[in-house]
């Protein structure tokens, strides 16, 4: 050590640490908490550059680099002294008197010693919190980690130039990435998944493209019950991961994704976390519901049913029914209105709450399928993975058995057939079912005793009143006529509603009339219907996948039609089948509601027309599953029909 540094050194212990410089979010500095005013961005500059350098001697040429570039004018150097003097006399007005910035050959230098410095304390807290949890003081972990990462207040050193600055920035950013990462793992470990979700979820989002906070978020979900969230969040993560970056994701989140699809038990937390044998679990897996929902008293009414009592607050065990099936189109609500009446009923159900997308599920082996979903939920209520009965059927009857005496609710969404469903209906006691369903099914035909909804479109004074909770009522009376014809291209569907007016939402610049007529040509329709993650099409996929063959060769056949609705004999022509069975094609469109009947001709044949958005959606798997040959043989032999003088609708 040279005197000169002895020197130094000496200097910097006679003063005491009174001055505070944060780094982590907007460049400041203190006086026994009173500001120091840093004013104009030179100055913030050439601070942050003293800040970053520790204590080293910064170089008057490295500080007209960092404020100027490569184009610094005659007079850099006497601006960069000027800057600093005026650096110093804020110190002095904010009765700092003692040295704080020294005059250094080549350069200058920050006294570190009258200093604390908020990121050196946030890695020193940091390697305590690291050090705790590799000793086991996992909990004493989690606290040191929360009470580093609360030193940051917004992005490192915002508001303040320089390429230094802003590389210095971006490996400050990367720490705290890491230390958030540390947390989540150790919070995971302690079984806390559901408490950290939203923290956690909210700082994916806003780090789209990091894949360790995506891989944490798809196990918390997975743990917290939301298995089809996690699957479907990582499916449209990895689609923007691929286009934004242009490769593919690491083999460990698609051997995470992988595992959650086949509800691996490995995913479950071991140890002392794990609810075991005997111990009261208390599920709460239930979607959120929607804030913007509104309407639906009749069919709400309906559910009611499930939970009226004769007289001690809860469901009934005996006379009233256990089940209830919402049904439906896709995007007319389905999921929405039971999330909405399950979280207003959830006095009921003091003991938990059970959610599942049966969509998320194989059901070519629906044994299995049923086996693994049922070991889930009892996991989930408290059976340790290894009790779990290998036979399906001795799953049902522990389940069976743990619902007796229990107040919980089941909801399975997105059934594809109420076949599937009846192994989760609880044998006798208070816990209740209700499932959702694309298709037109009785419920006493596959021996289920349940309440029964059919949900429509909003009415229309509904759906503009939809649209104006999103937007605001003043854009909706700007052209009301408008907002009406907005609701008629989007079916009145609940969700096709909040995709439009997501998008208005965040285009205020838009009109509602703009939208309408970008919604106006129906080959663009479903693009545009696609705001928040609300994908219109996928919901019109997920029927029209389970339709038998025949039945969806004539949903895509009768997209190509122009009129606005037909009889079976028009069905029967385009695929050249006799009129029973295209009869028989066109109910299965119905039953899947898909298809709706809006009267009869003349002669009594039954009219049938598409719901809402499902023409344009048959018209892309027209263009898309069908050839050109076949699809102008189609049309040839309905115009041929036209020439004999029957029209479309006979």
Request: net charge negative; charged share 25%; glycine share 8%.
């Amino acid at each position: 050590m040279t005197s000169s540094d002895a020197a130094h050194e000496a200097a910097d212990e006679v003063t005491h640490e009174t001055i505070a410089i944060r780094v982590l979010g907007a460049l400041s500095a203190t006086v026994n908490g009173h500001p120091v005013v840093i004013a104009g961005p030179r100055q913030r500059t050439i601070f942050a550059m003293l800040v970053l350098a520790g204590g080293r001697v910064v170089s008057v040429d490295s500080l007209v680099d960092a404020v100027w570039g490569g184009r610094p004018p005659n007079t850099a150097r006497t601006q960069v002294a000027i800057c600093v003097g005026a650096l110093r006399k804020a110190f002095r007005s904010a009765l700092f008197d003692d040295p704080v910035i020294e005059t250094t050959h080549p350069g200058y230098r920050i006294l570190t010693s009258v200093c604390t410095f908020d990121a050196r304390d946030f890695a020193a807290v940091c390697a305590e919190a690291a050090e705790s949890i590799r000793l086991g003081r996992v909990d004493e972990g989690v606290g040191l980690y929360r009470k580093a990462l609360d030193l940051w207040t917004g992005p490192a050193l915002s508001g303040v130039a320089g390429q230094v600055v802003e590389d210095e920035a971006t490996r400050l950013e990367a720490e705290r990435l890491a230390a958030y990462e540390a947390l989540f793992d150790a919070e995971l470990a302690l079984g806390r998944h559901q408490e950290v979700l939203p923290e956690l979820s909210a700082l994916a989002d806003d780090q789209p493209l990091h894949e360790k906070l995506r891989h944490t978020l798809m196990l918390a979900q997975y743990r917290s019950g939301r298995r089809a969230e996690a699957a479907e969040g990582f499916r449209n993560w990895r689609r923007r991961f691929v286009e934004e970056i242009g490769i593919e994701p690491s083999a460990s989140i698609h051997e995470l994704h992988r595992a959650v699809l086949q509800d691996a038990p490995e995913l479950s937390l071991r140890g002392d976390g794990e609810p075991r044998s005997g111990r009261r679990a208390l599920p709460a897996e239930l979607p959120a519901a929607v804030p913007e929902f509104l309407g639906r008293e009749a069919e709400l009414a309906v559910l009611d049913t499930l939970v009226a009592d004769a007289g001690d607050g809860g469901p009934s065990s005996t006379s009233r029914p256990r089940a209830g099936v919402v049904a439906g189109a896709a995007g007319v609500g389905k999921t929405s209105l039971v999330a909405y009446w399950a979280h207003r009923v959830l006095r009921h159900f003091p003991d938990g709450q059970l959610y599942a997308d049966l969509s998320q599920y194989e059901w070519t082996q629906p044994t299995a399928t049923v086996h693994a979903l049922l070991g889930r939920f009892l996991r989930v209520l408290g059976v340790a993975a290894e009790l779990v009965p290998d036979r399906p059927d001795e799953c049902v009857s522990l389940y069976r058995s743990l619902l007796a005496d229990r107040r919980v609710l089941v909801v399975l969404d997105n059934a594809c057939s109420l076949v599937h469903i009846q192994p989760f209906l609880p044998g006798c006691g208070p816990s209740r079912v209700v499932a959702t369903t694309g298709g037109r099914q009785d419920p006493m035909a596959v021996g289920i005793g349940a309440v029964r909804v059919d949900l429509g479109p909003l009415p229309d004074a509904q759906a503009v009143e939809l649209v104006a909770r999103i937007i605001g009522e003043r854009r909706v009376l700007e052209d009301t006529s408008a907002v009406y014809e907005l609701g008629r291209l989007c079916g009145r569907l609940p969700l096709a509603l909040r995709a439009a007016a997501g998008r208005l939402a965040v285009k205020p610049h838009w009109s509602v009339r703009h939208l309408v007529h970008r919604l106006a040509k129906g080959s663009r329709r479903l693009d545009e219907l696609s705001a928040g993650g609300l994908e219109v099409r996928q919901g019109l996929e997920r029927g029209y996948r389970r339709l038998p063959e025949e039945a969806a060769r004539m949903c895509r056949m009768l997209g190509l039609l122009d009129a606005p609705d037909f009889t079976a004999h028009a069905g029967a022509v385009l695929l050249a089948v006799d009129h029973v069975a295209a009869e028989d094609a066109m109910e299965q469109l119905f039953d899947m509601h898909l298809l709706t009947v809006v009267g009869t001709d003349a002669s009594g044949a039954l009219r049938y027309a598409f719901h809402g958005l499902v023409r344009p959606f048959a018209r892309e798997r027209a263009l898309a599953e069908e050839s050109d040959q076949t699809r102008q043989a189609a049309l040839n032999r309905l115009s041929g029909m036209h020439l004999t003088g029957l029209s479309i609708s006979h």
